[in-house]
């Protein structure tokens, strides 16, 4: 089992940027694809983007690809979302979370059923 602690939310004028983390415990990191969701008010919990266990692959929802970045640094226990040209459509509390790797990346980790573990979130708004 993991634990996810998020850090790194904020407050942010459109078009500037975050960096997120998601510092694991517990189980090593690279057991695990990660990932990040967020959740607006009044909305559900959406998929952002994942990262495969060795951080060669990534996913992102098409309303963020292109300006956020997700990588890992497993020697760390870390996973980052770099946020750039943020908008305020973007202001959300932001999760992390942990699926488990032999899952591999079926249709599944687009959904927030097919992760095992989950953060408390960290709030992100940005301001037009």
């Known amino acids: 089992q993991v634990q996810l602690v998020e850090s790194g939310g904020g407050l942010v004028q459109a078009g500037g940027s975050l960096r997120l983390s998601c510092a694991a415990s517990?189980?090593?990191?690279?057991?695990?694809?990660m990932g990040w969701f967020r959740q607006a008010p009044g909305k559900e919990r959406e998929f952002v983007a994942a990262v495969s266990w060795s951080g060669i692959s990534t996913y992102y929802a098409n309303s963020v690809k292109g300006r956020f970045t997700i990588y890992r640094d497993n020697t760390k226990n870390t996973v980052y979302l770099q946020m750039n040209s943020l908008k305020p459509e973007d202001t959300a509390v932001y999760y992390c979370?942990?699926?488990?790797?032999?899952?591999?990346?079926?249709?599944?980790?687009?959904?927030?059923?097919?992760?095992?573990?989950w953060g408390q979130g960290t709030q992100v708004t940005v301001s037009s």
């Open positions: 517990g189980r090593t990191l690279s057991s695990y694809i």
């Open positions: 979370t942990a699926r488990e790797r032999e899952k591999g990346f079926s249709g599944s980790y687009v959904y927030t059923g097919g992760y095992d573990y």
